[in-house]
């Protein structure tokens, strides 16, 4: 090293020079060097030239000794110098040994290092291009370099490397996406701040399309905008803008599948500005895209709907919750009746074998995540992207059991909002309208928690979760020979069972030979679902006493104006006609007759009871009148309204027979207070026809009678003073009158064999009142068959 052949064609003084500390000798050095290089170039020698880039590279800049590195350094930097426009050809040379030491532990090297690149670059311009990835890989690491004086060496090339990027129309964009991709995730601020500039300055070169490999960094980006710096975040947010803008310039050519699940990652982040900014990416994606999008519905809802719960008292969560509104709205409306399976039913074992080629083109198209995958963290560029010029008429396959399977999640936790709850509700409703053939598949999965739902403290969820059973038990497509199994093995009745047996019904009105399925409460609106879901309503109101309490009435009103009100109590009486829990079935025939009589929305089915003119009204009557035996209150009460008043007469006269309890009398009491009302007020009037309603007069004498001195008590008192002429109230049985109870219609209905239904029923009821306070063995049969 100390001999002159060892740098030749160094010579001894540039060599000394070179190793020496002081800055001023190094720069003489340089000098020289540049001098010599020069001469080689007019020689046109280059071996000579490569020798020397050699010796500067090998000999100082990779040297142990940092001052022979430092002149190795200023070295390079005038042989670049000297080559002018020919120093492209050696830019490899050149430039690794300086790269080298940008890693050097010296701070004040890694200076010397970016002044001495700065100056090869500058000289080499648009040939150092080829060489653009290991230059960026190497500023992106002097980025976020402690040394403020290196970092600002390294801002000096940065800026100089991106004139040069800008001004060329020869960047290699695709060997620089898969660096960028991984310098994208720094956790640096420096690196980040670094890899954010040159995005933007990419972004703004007209001959550059970033746009095609935004799925390559749109993961990167949205974690940069979780950045602590505000100036970091702020720059990520104007990038972003930025493609957001050219997207909806450029729709068509936009990779929407490939991006979909980033975006449904990111909508999920607890950082506000990301989710922010992610869901207003989103709901651009759904209005641009289109059905593009349905491939990835389950993961868009699973971002989406618990947004919309969020507390409209912040600021940022409110815009959160509009733009997820929007997203939700949006994507709602994408699914339409086409995406319903065809009318033709397909055999049961090829319903979901042989997947259609739209099917299969689908599944491709959703490999990055969509209802029948998961969505990814990890993604790849290798994903098929769907045809972009005609994004809305691409036949895309809706496929319902990822969709299902999150409104099911979502609707089962109990810890999520009132909102969303209603929105999932309100996408059940939307899919069982527009592809209703799909979603009964899923509907023995999603009965059990729609009939848990109705146990929401929220009255609009409640509606919501009414409308969707509804539809459930009304919808065409719900019409089975098998509407799967029930909820609890004692439940597993077919449709024929639910019936009331013919031998218990009213003999006349069955002719010989005539089925019992024949008089169901069935109409064209009611399929095989209506009867399971009366049969586990009554069952959930058994199990929760305080659901019928509180929300028994407001169900079954909603119940009547959603469904057929004549269907819902006609099966409910079939129901509880059956109901071995006697308690529960007085409680509930007191709710259903409360209903009856007092609810707006049952004021045509009152109509129809009220004169019983048809057969069906009279097939009516029996059916309630039976189910209503469980109460004997609400049975007098059905027969006032249906104007039976000498039955009416007939059961008060069985009550004497009775256990008379507080609560017997307290229904009494109801029922005097409900003959106030007025839906009664027909009844008021015909007592001023003493003559052609004595049974009525006397029922409710007999109902004075069963009462207490009570406020009830003076009300049908005084009521009954009011009654013209109380001498007419003798009247004999042979009389020749014509009551109100004995029309034409009357003679129909076997009132004899009625009220020995009641009489069976009653003793049921007090033979269990007796073994339930411990006098079974001493029971007491006070009414006598």
Wanted: aromatic share 8%; net charge negative.
């Amino acid at each position: 090293m100390n001999t002159e052949k060892d740098f030749a064609p160094l010579t001894p003084n540039i060599v000394r020079a070179l190793n020496d500390k002081l800055y001023e000798k190094r720069k003489v050095a340089a000098l020289e060097i540049e001098k010599l290089v020069r001469e080689f170039v007019a020689q046109n020698n280059t071996v000579q030239i490569k020798q020397v880039i050699q010796t500067l590279s090998q000999e100082f800049a990779l040297s142990q000794h940092p001052h022979s590195r430092k002149g190795g350094l200023i070295g390079l930097a005038a042989c670049s110098i000297a080559l002018g426009k020919d120093s492209g050809l050696y830019l490899k040379e050149l430039i690794e040994p300086v790269l080298t030491c940008f890693n050097d532990a010296d701070s004040r090297l890694r200076y010397y290092a970016c002044e001495a690149l700065y100056n090869i670059v500058k000289v080499a311009r648009g040939a150092v291009l080829p060489h653009f990835n290991v230059l960026f890989d190497g500023l992106s690491k002097l980025a976020a370099d402690p040394d403020p004086n290196v970092k600002s060496g390294s801002e000096l090339l940065d800026r100089l490397l991106k004139d040069i990027v800008t001004e060329s129309n020869k960047f290699d964009l695709v060997g620089f996406i898969p660096l960028l991709r991984e310098r994208i995730y720094s956790n640096n601020q420096y690196a980040r701040q670094f890899i954010i500039s040159w995005i933007l300055v990419l972004e703004s070169v007209p001959d550059i399309n970033l746009l095609d490999y935004l799925p390559e960094i749109l993961d990167g980006l949205f974690q940069i905008l979780g950045d602590n710096g505000k100036e970091i975040r702020k720059m990520c947010e104007v990038v972003l803008g930025e493609f957001l803008k050219e997207i909806k310039k450029n729709s068509s050519s936009v990779k929407f599948a490939e991006m979909a699940n980033i975006l449904v990652i990111h909508c999920q982040t607890t950082d506000d500005l990301i989710q922010l900014t992610a869901m207003c990416w989103m709901r651009e994606f759904i209005q641009l895209a289109g059905r593009v999008m349905l491939p990835y519905s389950s993961g868009i809802l699973t971002a989406v709907l618990p947004c919309l719960a969020y507390d409209d008292r912040k600021k940022n969560i409110l815009s959160i919750k509009e733009v997820a509104n929007v997203c939700n709205q949006s994507l709602m409306k994408l699914v339409t009746p086409e995406d319903d399976e065809p009318d033709e039913p397909k055999p049961a074992g090829q319903k979901q074998a042989e997947p259609s080629a739209d099917d299969s083109l689908a599944k491709q198209e959703g490999t990055t995540g969509g209802p029948d995958g998961p969505c990814d963290s990890s993604f790849s560029s290798s994903v098929s992207v769907f045809p972009p010029a005609s994004a809305d008429r691409a036949p895309v396959t809706l496929h319902l059991d990822g969709i299902v399977q999150v409104l099911n999640s979502h609707l089962s936790d109990t810890a999520i909002g009132m909102m969303t709850r209603i929105a999932v509700l309100k996408w059940l409703y939307h899919l069982y309208i527009k592809t209703p053939r799909k979603m009964f598949r899923h509907t023995d999965s999603l009965f059990p928690i729609l009939l848990q739902t109705l146990s929401d403290e929220s009255d609009e969820v409640i509606l919501k979760d009414l409308e969707v059973l509804a539809e459930i038990a009304s919808s065409p497509a719900g019409q089975t020979d098998d509407p799967g199994p029930l909820d609890g093995p004692d439940l597993r009745v077919s449709h024929m069972e639910l019936q009331v047996p013919a031998s218990g019904r009213a003999g006349p009105l069955h002719a010989p030979g005539t089925k019992g399925l024949e008089y169901s409460p069935s109409t064209p609106t009611m399929n095989s679902y209506f009867y399971k879901f009366m049969i586990n309503l009554l069952k959930r109101f058994s199990s929760e006493q305080r659901l019928l309490e509180t929300r028994g009435a407001f169900i079954i009103r909603q119940l009547c104006l959603l469904l057929n009100a004549e269907n819902i109590f006609h099966s409910m009486a079939d129901i509880l006609l059956r109901e071995e829990d006697l308690k529960f079935a007085s409680t509930m025939v007191h709710t259903l007759n409360t209903i009856l009589l007092t609810s707006t929305e049952l004021f045509q089915l009152r109509n129809q009871l009220k004169d019983l003119k048809t057969l069906e009204s009279q097939n009516l009557f029996c059916c309630l009148y039976r189910s209503w035996c469980h109460n004997p209150v609400t049975t007098v009460s059905l027969c006032f309204l249906t104007q039976n008043y000498r039955h009416a007469y007939d059961l008060i006269q069985k009550f004497g027979d009775l256990e008379v309890t507080v609560d017997f009398l307290t229904e009494v009491d109801k029922l005097v207070q409900l003959i106030e009302c007025p839906i009664f007020t027909y009844l008021r009037l015909q007592l001023l026809d003493v003559k052609n309603n004595p049974y009525l007069i006397k029922a409710l004498y007999g109902l004075l009678m069963l009462l207490p001195q009570s406020s009830a008590f003076q009300l049908l008192s005084h009521r009954l003073q009011c009654v013209p002429n109380p001498e007419l109230l003798q009247t004999e049985d042979g009389q020749k009158a014509t009551p109100t109870s004995q029309r034409a219609s009357a003679p129909s209905i076997d009132y004899a064999e009625l009220l020995l239904h009641f009489e069976k029923v009653q003793n049921k009821h007090l033979e269990v009142r007796h073994q339930r306070s411990g006098r079974g063995d001493h029971l007491d049969r006070r009414i006598i068959l």
